[in-house]
């Protein structure tokens, strides 16, 4: 059974950078049919798609976000990880990690989430 | 910058027959969106209902429905119970492997 777990620092500066990892169990992060995903949500307000990535390192991001954001794979230990820098009050959110496919009709079908980890921004 | 709307807020009573709506600030809605359907609950991660506009995700009764009506993808839940008192969230692919998220509805069953 795939498990996806978070981890990472629950609290980060302003102005500095906000690293979390995903740690995928129960299958194999480079299958052909999947991306890798973060998504985040902030307290009391709606889901934004952060970026995905493949496991041949394929990456797409948020436009919104692109200029602060790096998302990076390592097949070797079967996980993936998010880089976010300068981070304000406003990337306070809890951060999920998420498998979704690789073509157009399922590529927005989230279908396998971490728990998700609160990070907060805060000095 | 697309922005995907969706009602802020819907009501239902138990038994009903609800239907939640995912709009574009822009255009229309069709099919080549690959329109996805997530109920969350409180303290959860999202689940999968419908995705490419009516495919139901596995496990997910058929009193779930997905499809286009008008210019805006649409989800129904026939004989709405109390457990369906979740947030909803439509989510569109953009193209170029850009997906954005609806704002989300909060359905209450009462």
């Known amino acids: 059974q795939l498990q996806l777990q978070e981890s990472g620092p629950g609290l980060v500066k302003p102005s500095e950078t906000l690293s979390l990892t995903c740690i995928v169990s129960?299958?194999?992060?480079?299958?052909?049919?999947?991306?890798w995903g973060w998504i985040r949500q902030p307290p009391g307000k709606g889901l934004e798609w952060i970026g995905s990535i493949y496991y041949s390192g394929s990456t797409y991001y948020n436009p919104s976000l692109k200029s602060r954001l790096t998302i990076s794979v390592d097949t070797s230990k079967n996980q993936f990880s998010l880089k976010l820098s300068s981070v304000t009050a406003a990337d306070t959110a809890v951060y999920y990690c998420?498998?979704?496919?690789?073509?157009?009709?399922?590529?927005?079908?989230?279908?396998?989430w971490g728990q998700g980890t609160l990070v907060t921004v805060f000095s | 910058q697309t922005v995907v709307t969706q009602e802020p807020s819907f009501s239902v009573s138990p038994g009903g027959t609800v239907t939640l709506t995912c709009g574009l600030s822009?255009?229309?809605?069709?099919?080549?969106?690959?329109p996805t359907w997530y109920q969350q609950t409180p303290g959860q991660a999202p689940r999968t209902l419908i995705y490419n506009t009516d495919t139901r995700s596995s496990g997910i009764p058929d009193r779930f429905s997905g499809s286009i009506l008008g210019n805006k993808a649409a989800l129904t839940i026939t004989g709405a119970q109390a457990d369906d008192d979740s947030d909803y969230y439509c989510?569109?692919?953009?193209?170029?492997?850009?997906?954005?998220f609806g704002g989300g509805t909060q359905l209450a069953v009462l």
């Open positions: 998420a498998r979704h496919g690789a073509n157009g009709y399922n590529w927005n079908n989230f279908d396998q």
């Open positions: 822009s255009g229309s809605v069709s099919t080549s969106y690959y």
């Open positions: 129960g299958g194999s992060i480079t299958s052909s049919s999947y991306y």
């Open positions: 989510v569109l692919y953009m193209g170029s492997g850009i997906t954005v």
